[in-house]
């Protein structure tokens, strides 16, 4: 099972079968376990506003700049301030903008969303500096790690640096899932490698007695190949995982069923998807501490959706226009449990990895993606979905953002860890 919106052409068969089924499995689910892990059905998040979700990163490892005076700058936190001078790139001006991230294309009719820019807290943040980066960047390999919001973040920055040298592509596979670009003029090589769990993991294709067709084989204790392998051949990597922990999978270790989440069959123990999302983020930390990486490692944080008035298949919208400030929007409780581990393992391992000399970084985008709700295509994940009818019921995509847009800052922030440490 996928994001619905990886196979446009079975959508809609697709969306009546997954909320089905996801509503029955939530519903049942709640009445069963009363814990938290079992809140999501499938992919798609509840929207509950939890009043006792508070934001604690006390415990978090961010780098603080000094900024001439004691002050100290925390890039992940701050507000968005109003930017005169829009987005580096247009609808027009980058080509390489998936069709359901192509707001502008698709006909999103408010443009305010576009002129916002990143103001972390105790510091100014320059905007990524294309000519500056490259600079930096000739010989150089990177490698986006990953599932569809990676791609989002990787066509961001390559649509920014488009200003000074466009990207070649020069390998795909059939589906575009992995994917090589190069920038000749800097010898610069990007990767995107699909990767939605980070783990060894495969879709059932049919009923083998142990999984049902469609439902995921996660082996907890083996990281996927396809970045493993060339793990050792990347300047810098960001690696990010999360959202997809949330659908129905059984869980290996060692070739032997642990348990599942969302089981079908009832042999099997429940786990939740927490503890599977933990063993990994676990098993992918050791790995990179372990390792003799010589680059730069960022772990991305998940990023969270904003569906309110329901969960996506219940008509949840994200119609707002503008951004919001700290504490007026909460994370879904499931958006907070991955956070949670997320700060929480990479706590347990911080030092560690300075020990070891592995320049591992979190980068926690998700505080400031909370602040844009209104940066996601919405029903603008399709063409014109209103050119027929105009009170069309369109499914909204509060998930990934609309490029250009928000996740534009993201690469701000990347060249600032970059550059200043
Ligand atoms: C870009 O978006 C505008 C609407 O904002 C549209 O008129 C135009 O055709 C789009 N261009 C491309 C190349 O997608
Ligand atoms: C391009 O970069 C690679 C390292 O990524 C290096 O081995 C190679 O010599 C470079 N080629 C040129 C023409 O600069
Ligand atoms: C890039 O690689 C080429 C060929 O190996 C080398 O001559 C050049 O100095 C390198 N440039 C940088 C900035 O490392
Ligand atoms: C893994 O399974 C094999 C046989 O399937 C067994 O010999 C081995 O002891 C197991 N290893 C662990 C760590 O459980
Ligand atoms: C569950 O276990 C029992 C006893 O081992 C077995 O007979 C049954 O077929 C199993 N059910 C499923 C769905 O695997």
């Given at each position: 099972?996928?994001?619905?919106?990886?196979?446009?052409?079975k959508?809609?068969?697709?969306?009546?079968?997954?909320?089905?089924?996801?509503?029955?499995?939530?519903?049942?689910?709640?009445?069963?376990?009363?814990?938290?892990?079992?809140?999501?059905?499938?992919l798609?998040?509840?929207?509950?506003?939890?009043?006792?979700?508070?934001?604690?990163t006390?415990?978090?490892?961010?780098?603080?700049?000094?900024?001439?005076?004691?002050?100290?700058?925390?890039?992940?936190h701050?507000?968005?301030?109003?930017?005169?001078?829009?987005?580096?790139?247009?609808?027009?001006?980058?080509?390489?903008?998936?069709?359901?991230?192509?707001?502008?294309?698709?006909?999103?009719?408010?443009?305010?969303?576009?002129?916002?820019k990143?103001?972390?807290?105790?510091?100014?943040?320059?905007?990524?500096?294309?000519?500056?980066?490259?600079?930096?960047?000739?010989?150089?390999?990177?490698?986006?790690?990953?599932?569809?919001?990676?791609?989002?973040?990787?066509?961001?920055?390559?649509?920014?640096?488009?200003?000074?040298?466009?990207?070649?592509?020069?390998?795909?596979?059939?589906?575009?899932?992995?994917?090589?670009?190069?920038?000749?003029?800097?010898?610069?090589?990007?990767?995107?490698?699909?990767?939605?769990?980070?783990?060894?993991?495969?879709?059932?294709?049919?009923?083998?007695?142990?999984?049902?067709?469609?439902?995921?084989?996660?082996?907890?204790?083996?990281?996927?190949?396809?970045?493993?392998?060339?793990y050792?051949?990347?300047?810098?990597?960001?690696?990010s995982?999360?959202?997809?922990?949330?659908?129905?999978?059984?869980?290996?270790?060692?070739?032997?069923?642990?348990?599942?989440?969302?089981?079908?069959?009832?042999?099997f123990?429940?786990?939740?998807?927490d503890?599977?999302?933990?063993?990994?983020?676990?098993?992918?930390?050791?790995?990179?501490?372990?390792?003799?990486?010589?680059?730069?490692?960022?772990?991305?944080?998940?990023?969270?959706?904003?569906?309110?008035?329901?969960?996506?298949?219940?008509?949840?919208?994200?119609?707002?226009?503008?951004?919001?400030?700290?504490?007026?929007?909460?994370?879904?409780?499931?958006?907070?449990?991955?956070?949670?581990?997320?700060?929480?393992?990479?706590?347990?391992?911080?030092d560690?990895?300075?020990?070891?000399?592995?320049?591992?970084?979190?980068?926690?985008?998700?505080?400031?993606?909370?602040?844009?709700?209104?940066?996601?295509?919405?029903?603008?994940?399709?063409?014109?979905?209103?050119?027929?009818?105009?009170?069309?019921?369109?499914?909204?995509?509060?998930?990934?953002?609309?490029?250009?847009?928000?996740?534009?800052?993201?690469?701000?922030?990347?060249?600032?860890?970059?550059?200043?440490?």
């Amino acid at each position: 099972m996928g994001f619905w919106w990886s196979s446009p052409h079975k959508t809609i068969h697709y969306l009546i079968k997954l909320s089905i089924s996801a509503l029955l499995v939530g519903l049942a689910f709640r009445l069963i376990h009363n814990r938290s892990s079992a809140v999501s059905g499938s992919l798609f998040l509840e929207n509950t506003i939890s009043a006792d979700s508070q934001e604690n990163t006390d415990h978090l490892p961010t780098k603080e700049v000094g900024i001439g005076s004691e002050e100290k700058c925390n890039l992940f936190h701050g507000v968005w301030v109003a930017n005169k001078a829009g987005p580096f790139y247009t609808n027009g001006s980058c080509n390489i903008i998936t069709e359901d991230q192509n707001c502008m294309k698709n006909g999103r009719p408010d443009s305010d969303y576009l002129y916002w820019k990143w103001k972390p807290r105790g510091c100014e943040l320059a905007r990524l500096d294309p000519g500056r980066f490259l600079d930096l960047m000739r010989n150089k390999t990177w490698a986006f790690v990953g599932d569809s919001i990676s791609r989002n973040q990787f066509q961001s920055l390559l649509c920014i640096l488009s200003k000074v040298e466009e990207a070649v592509l020069v390998h795909h596979d059939e589906n575009y899932k992995f994917q090589r670009w190069f920038l000749p003029l800097h010898n610069l090589t990007f990767s995107l490698i699909w990767s939605p769990f980070l783990a060894q993991a495969a879709v059932s294709k049919d009923n083998n007695g142990v999984s049902t067709s469609g439902v995921h084989e996660l082996h907890l204790d083996s990281l996927d190949k396809s970045w493993t392998e060339q793990y050792n051949s990347f300047d810098y990597m960001i690696l990010s995982s999360g959202k997809w922990f949330l659908n129905r999978a059984v869980y290996y270790t060692n070739n032997t069923v642990l348990g599942c989440h969302h089981c079908l069959n009832k042999n099997f123990t429940e786990l939740g998807f927490d503890f599977a999302y933990r063993r990994v983020i676990r098993a992918v930390l050791d790995y990179i501490l372990t390792s003799s990486h010589k680059g730069m490692i960022f772990y991305r944080t998940s990023t969270p959706d904003h569906f309110e008035g329901g969960q996506w298949f219940e008509g949840g919208t994200c119609s707002r226009e503008a951004p919001v400030q700290e504490g007026q929007f909460e994370l879904s409780e499931v958006n907070k449990i991955l956070r949670d581990i997320e700060l929480e393992e990479f706590g347990k391992i911080i030092d560690k990895a300075y020990e070891n000399g592995v320049d591992l970084r979190l980068f926690d985008v998700n505080p400031m993606s909370l602040l844009r709700p209104d940066g996601h295509p919405g029903p603008y994940r399709f063409y014109q979905p209103f050119a027929k009818d105009g009170k069309a019921k369109v499914i909204s995509d509060c998930l990934h953002w609309c490029l250009p847009g928000p996740i534009d800052s993201w690469n701000d922030v990347l060249m600032e860890m970059i550059i200043n440490g």
